[in-house]
């Protein structure tokens, strides 16, 4: 299924949106779409994760408008093929989805 995903980007205290068209299976989760975007289409995406099993929390993004931690969260269980991808918060934004929490 081909899905187009949109990343708010921050860089350089600039944001801006960048737009991905990616081919993959519904079952992909947003995390591994982010992985293939960073691997195939634009190695400066950055975005944090660990442990990829919904535990750790350092996946958490919004995503279209909502809430998620990317690597326990479907494609296909989002209903839409237009995906927007934001900070988890607007606040102490290092780069792109990378977020400091700390603060
Ligand atoms: S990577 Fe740990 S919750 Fe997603």
Known sequence: ?????????????????????????????????????????????????????GVCGACAVKVNGRPVLACATKLMDLGTQDIFIEPISDKNVIKDLVVDLQK
């Open 1 to 53: 299924m081909r899905y187009r995903i949109s990343i708010r980007r921050h860089k350089d205290g600039a944001q801006y949106v960048q737009t991905y068209v990616i081919d993959a299976p519904p079952t992909t989760t947003v995390l591994d779409a982010l992985i293939t975007i960073r691997e195939d289409l634009d190695g400066s995406v950055a975005f944090r994760y660990a442990c990829r099993m």
